[in-house]
Structure formats: structure tokens, C-alpha cells
């Protein structure tokens, strides 16, 4: 009779004290981005290529939800109202960002710019750099408002506008990169240096993928910002000619996501880059870098559809 007491105990014990199958694991992730990650049946690990900050604050993964992954070298999620890292890729690798430059670029104008409606009489400074990738073929003696000029830096990546706007705010592009440079000390960017205002290859001119997408968090406090970078087309005229400018960012005209709108770039040195902001349906933002990816877009789109599955906002 004791003896069955005890087997009896210890069956109890057992059953009480066992731990949950799988408590332990480590969490598993998609090995291959797809438009909708959570489509794909493939369950093997990646390791670091899923990082979600264990934070009491902003929205809460689901641990059931598998990863994604990328042939971005470098790539971050990132929610808008917490700051809090909801996905990372070697999110503090220092590399070339290309046109990604231009929000730094941007900020810094609306920072120090007296008002956006200004106009600035082009110089013969913005000239030497288009050759070199995208511009608005500014010339000499034309007259054109901030505003526009930002227009044309954020919508058409132009290079021209970004040393234009640069040698209005500061008199030289090089005192403008000045001016970038203690911005980033400012804001605690510990991962970016910039050697001019474009983005264009150059040596010592890097960021990280989260630098990138803080420096964006920042700007988006920003009406004009907001306002620029969700705009798909538009047209002014100056002094010299009618224009008309075309966003570079296609999602904003094709896809099944809510987006904000962001930022693309390219250098042979960077590869593809793009920042996307996007929201859910009860307005819950969120950024993402992919910096050198084979598939910026379907990577992108892939990231942000996967992020507001797997997260939820309280």
C-alpha cells in the first residue's frame, strides 16, 4: 500500500514539474522572403536575422509567427512610436547608402532653412554632379523654391538639388556636410559619417540600417517631409521652364500596402537600397532599411507584410 502511495506521488510530481514541450527552443524563421512569408511551409533556422527587442514597450511579437529571410546585406524594422527594433539584420554594419543620404540631407535643410517657400537662384555649384546619376538639370540663374528643391531631392533623388539646397543653407556643400555630420552627433547616430549631400560614392560617406531608419523616425515628425515623400507626381514651373517630377518610389503606386511613402537608392558601391514607412489599418507605423538587396521591393513589401503579422500594437 505505500509503495503505491509513493508511485502515485511521484506520477503527480512528474506531470506538474515536466517543463512545456519546446519551452526552450529558440525560434524559427523563414528562409526565404516571399510577398507573404507566412505562405511558405520552410522552417529551418537563420539565427541573428530575427532580432525582436525584449522590451516591455511597443507592440508585442508573436512567438508562433516564423521569420523572414533576406539577401539584403543589412536591414532593420523598426516601430515608429517605440523606437523598438522588430526585426535585424546587421543592423550596425557601417556601409554606403547612396541615395538614402537625401533625408539627412532633408532634415537638415528643414532645420535650418527660414522657410520652405523661399526661392533660391541656382549657382553654377549643382552642375558637377549631374553626370554622375539622377537630377532636375537645374541650370544656372534659375529660381526655385525650397520647397521644390525638396521635392526634387526626395521624390526624384536628385543629386543637382541636394548641392543646391546644400550651398543655399550653408553657402558650400562641404559647410553643409558640416552641418549633416553634427545633426547625426545630435540625434546619437554613432554609425554614419557623410562627406557630401547626395550620396554619391565616396570614401568615409556610410551609415547603418539603423541610423537610416532613426534619422527617418526624425523626419516624419517633420508636415513637410510627410507631405513630400507621399506625393507621386507633381509639377511647377520656374523661371526657366514647366517641370514635372515623377516619385521614384513605386510602391506608392502599386501595391497591396499601405504606404507612407520612403526613399530609393542606388550606387555601384551601396547596390540597392530602400527605406519604406507604412501603416496598418489602425495607423500603426512602422520603417524599414534594406540596404544592398538583390530585390529591394518584393524585399521590402515582404518585411512589411510579415511585420504587422507577427506583431501586435496594445
Known sequence: MLFQFISLITLIASNYLAPTQNAHLPLQVNPVIMENPADNETKEPIGQEVLAAQTLKGPIRNPRMLGVKLTARSAIVLDKESGKVLFAKNIHQKLPQASLTKIMTAITVLDN???PDDSITVGKGPAY?????AHMRLVAGEKISVYNLLRGLLMSS????AVALGEYIAGSEEKFVDLMNQKAHALGLNDSH???TH??????HYSSAYDLAEITRYALNKKIFREIIHTP?????????????KNSNKLLRNSYLNIIGGKTGFTDNAGYCLIEVASDKKGHEIITVVM?????W???KGLIDWTFRAYQWK
Not at 536628385?158 to 538639388?161: R, V
Not at 544592398?292 to 529591394?296: F, I, L, P, T, W
Open 199 to 204: 550620396g554619391i560614392d565616396t570614401e568615409g
Open 158 to 161: 536628385a543629386n543637382d538639388a
Open 129 to 133: 554632379v549631374q553626370p554622375l546619376g
Open 292 to 296: 544592398n538587396s538583390q530585390n529591394e
Open 113 to 115: 532653412a527660414p522657410q
Open 194 to 196: 557623410f562627406k557630401n
Open 233 to 245: 507626381n507633381i509639377s511647377f514651373t520656374t523661371n526657366i521652364r514647366t517641370r514635372f517630377l
Open 298 to 300: 518584393q524585399e521590402s
